[in-house]
């Protein structure tokens, strides 16, 4: 364990982390405040219905965005000690507050005019689309005022006591900072959006959805010791140490160049190790083909997906089990994939070629899934791809974990890799010079500067 991660005191970073989360969810907010404007024109430019059960989702995001992650708790106590700090910003804290209850109420009538407008197709439109536009704007000046002004008075006024008892004066389960349940049902929702969000909007444009989810596991699962790896001459990975427990999500991170994929390369089999050893529950992968690690467990999805662009969706999937033949159970999987990426299932007679970044990284990760992996390597998933499918993907890589496999993610995205990892690792031109928990390296000084742009 190095030591930077451990220095800092805990009360320090739960303030920053607090901090750090009001403004992701803004930012996420401001997202799908983009989203319904892009859906709002298209309603009165070209004449399209609105889609019903995506601008609920929508609103129910709203709601359950202000009502519970973020509001009554967050802010309101947040509100409250920022008054008594600073007197001259209570008038525009209350205006705020009040926001928040007309909020609610402009929720209700926006989802009746909805329901209105598509009865009442297309003279019901004008009404609907009028206090849609306001209920936005209204939104985006409360995030503005927030960000602009209350969180910065907020981190320069309130003290770690302040933020800790902001923290503590919440019920644990429904904790909007920290707890997971809420936040469970927001990406839930979220993930709803992203599904029915046309694909000219960014989403991936399903028609129906339904899903799965299962259970998971724990202890050493690959040990990395002292590896060196080269390409003829040039050295690129120096006496690296990494050891991922079953069941985990570890994180590296590290600059474009830094030996990250070389270092996946390595754990498959595809690049030849110098030095060091790589094991692979206890054993020694030093003599094993690339193939038998697949069969083994241990599935790589590639750098820029690499999906077979001539062929079919359906024969893609059908790839990532060629160490398994074409039984019966290849088939369940399949069936299993059309499951977890309903979107696949929509475009299974497609070339891959045909799909969008986004979706053709869903298919490399179906693909990858289809060799039954215990450990999945993931090389930088959300390369390319827009805000919207990258939180998505992130979302599946969570998921993916609570069936209990275990995930090493290379990401040069690192707030978000990081954000959701259990440990993580920063490699520097091929050596390990960080490691810790997710959350220790997120406020460690160094990464923020180097890697957070913070
Ligand atoms: N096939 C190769 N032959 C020679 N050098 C390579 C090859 N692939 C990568 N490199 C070099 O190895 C270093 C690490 O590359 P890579 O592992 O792709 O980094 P990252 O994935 O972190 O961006 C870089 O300097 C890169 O130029
Ligand atoms: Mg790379």
């Given at each position: 364990m190095s030591e930077q991660t451990t220095e800092m005191a805990p009360a320090q970073s739960r303030s920053e982390q607090a901090v750090r989360i009001i403004v992701h969810e803004h930012q996420a907010l401001w997202r799908v405040l983009d989203l319904l404007d892009q859906l709002l024109s298209d309603m009165n430019l070209n004449d399209q219905r609105p889609d019903e059960r995506l601008l609920t989702t929508i609103f129910d995001y709203i709601e359950h965005f202000s009502q519970?992650?973020?509001?009554?708790?967050t802010d309101i106590e947040l509100y409250k000690r920022l008054s008594e700090k600073s007197p001259e910003t209570a008038p525009l804290l209350e205006k705020l507050a009040r926001g928040y209850v007309v909020g609610h109420e402009k929720l209700v009538e926006l989802r009746e005019l909805l329901a209105e407008c598509e009865k009442r197709w297309p003279e019901g439109r004008e009404e609907f689309s009028h206090a849609l536009a306001r209920f936005t704007e209204a939104l985006r000046k409360h995030i503005r005022k927030e960000e602009g002004v209350v969180i910065p008075r907020a981190r320069k006024l309130l003290t770690e006591e302040d933020w800790q008892q902001i923290i503590e004066a919440r019920d644990v389960e429904n904790d909007?900072?920290?707890g997971e349940r809420v936040r469970e049902e927001f990406r839930e929702l979220r993930h709803q959006i992203v599904s029915y969000t046309p694909e000219k909007f960014g989403?991936?444009?399903?028609?129906h959805a339904d899903r799965v989810t299962a259970p998971h596991a724990e202890e050493e699962m690959l040990s990395i010791k002292g590896l060196v790896t080269s390409y003829g001459q040039i050295e690129v990975l120096h006496d690296v140490d990494i050891r991922i427990n079953s069941g985990e999500i570890v994180s590296l991170v590290g600059a474009n160049g830094a030996g990250k994929s070389t270092l996946l390369m390595t754990i498959s089999g595809l690049q030849p190790v110098d030095r060091g050893s790589i094991s692979f529950e206890g054993k020694d992968l030093g003599k094993i083909s690339t193939d038998r690690r697949v069969a083994q467990g241990i599935v790589q999805v590639p750098e820029g997906r690499q999906?077979?662009?001539?062929?079919?969706v359906h024969d893609n999937l059908l790839m990532g089990a060629y160490t398994r033949g074409r039984t019966s159970e290849v088939m369940d999987d399949i069936e299993r994939m059309y499951t977890r990426f309903p979107i696949l299932r929509q475009k299974h007679?497609?070339?891959?070629?045909?799909?969008?970044g986004g979706q053709q990284q869903m298919l490399a990760m179906g693909r990858a899934l289809m060799a039954r992996p215990r450990l999945l390597l993931l090389d930088e998933p959300s390369m390319g791809l827009a805000p919207l499918i990258v939180e998505e993907i992130f979302n599946i890589v969570k998921e993916l974990k609570k069936e209990g496999i275990t995930i090493f993610l290379v990401e040069q995205n690192a707030s978000q890799a990081l954000a959701l990892a259990d440990r993580g690792y920063v490699l520097e031109t091929g050596k390990v010079v960080i490691e810790g928990t997710g959350r220790e390296l997120l406020s460690n000084e160094k990464v923020r500067e180097a890697y957070l742009g913070m």
């Open positions: 519970r992650v973020h509001s009554t708790p909007p900072l920290f989403g991936l444009g399903l028609k999906v077979f662009k001539d062929l079919s007679h497609n070339l891959a070629g045909e799909l969008s």
